[in-house]
């Protein structure tokens, strides 16, 4: 994997709740230094949480856990955080307004932190990828 990388929510959420991808993604954890997140990453696991309490698969307790390990990962700078700016969204609203790609708003602010940050996109989610490639987005698909 080339540095540096931007992480989406859908890796970062495989490394802290086990699920099919998590080894492979917790592998890939430990080849990084400082990979990059956002405040959308942080947002999107706390939901991606709160929906995994809610349908049952995750006990509350598990939940809470993962948030504080997350925090201390946060703190003790694991992750380097890249602030989401005008620019950004600009980028994103260019690219959903090419109306050619099945493209979500977070997704594509994932796309353009990658991209106007130089970085590389690594990501567990398949049609991510396919629009990264679609885009001219550098990326590391991860899969089981």
Known sequence: MIEPVYLDS??????????AKS?????????????????LVEL??????SLRI???????AQGEEVMTL??????????SRLQLRAEHY??????ISRFDLPLKSPDAL?????QRGGLRL??????????AASLDVAFDLVER
Do not use: C, K
Request: no cysteine; net charge negative.
């Open 10 to 19: 859908s890796v970062v959420i495989a490394y802290y709740v086990p699920e």
């Open 23 to 39: 080894a492979r993604v917790q592998a890939m954890y430990e080849r990084l230094t400082t990979p990059m997140i956002s405040e």
């Open 44 to 49: 999107e696991l706390i939901a991606g949480l």
């Open 54 to 60: 809610r349908t049952g698969d995750v006990e509350r």
């Open 70 to 79: 997350f925090d201390e990962h946060l703190n003790a700078g694991l992750y």
């Open 90 to 95: 600009r980028w994103a609203r260019d690219a």
């Open 110 to 114: 994932h796309l353009a932190a990658a």
């Open 122 to 131: 690594v990501t567990a989610d398949r049609q991510l990828a396919r629009n």
